[in-house]
């Protein structure tokens, strides 16, 4: 009975060290995770690596930084103001080859093309709310 009782006590205490392991494997996991993965940015737009690019290439200062950012964002608005006329035609182009590529395609190619085109469109169209 003595040696039985030793068996059970065997297997409960291999259980509870298990048990711990998987805990504090799944705690220092999140830890780990929150602390690596959480800290990376997102994507940056296009407006941020020109500013990145600009402050890595010429070491700009903090002064610097605010004064190119600021030129980046009124000649972009410029840009997009001198273009915006344009929007309807692009589009309007846009579509015709969207079409044709569709014409080509299986219908089960369309829709997964379908839903690459919803991608590209929602990531165009937070890059567009982002300038």
Do not use: C
């Amino acid at each position: 009975m003595d040696k039985n009782n030793k068996s059970w006590e065997a297997v409960t205490l291999v259980l509870v060290v298990f048990v711990l392991g998987v805990l504090l494997g799944g705690v220092g996991d999140h830890v780990w995770g929150a602390r690596v993965w959480g800290s990376q940015p997102g994507p940056l737009t296009h407006r941020d690596m020109i500013i990145d690019n600009l402050t890595r290439e010429l070491n700009l200062t903090p002064q610097q930084v605010k004064q190119v950012s600021a030129a980046v964002d009124q000649k972009q608005a410029e840009i997009n103001k001198l273009y915006a006329p344009l929007d309807p035609q692009r589009d309007q182009i846009r579509q015709q080859g969207r079409e044709a590529i569709r014409a080509a395609l299986t219908p089960e190619q369309q829709v997964k093309f379908d839903q690459f085109l919803a991608r590209l469109d929602e990531a165009r169209r937070k890059e567009k709310a982002a300038e």
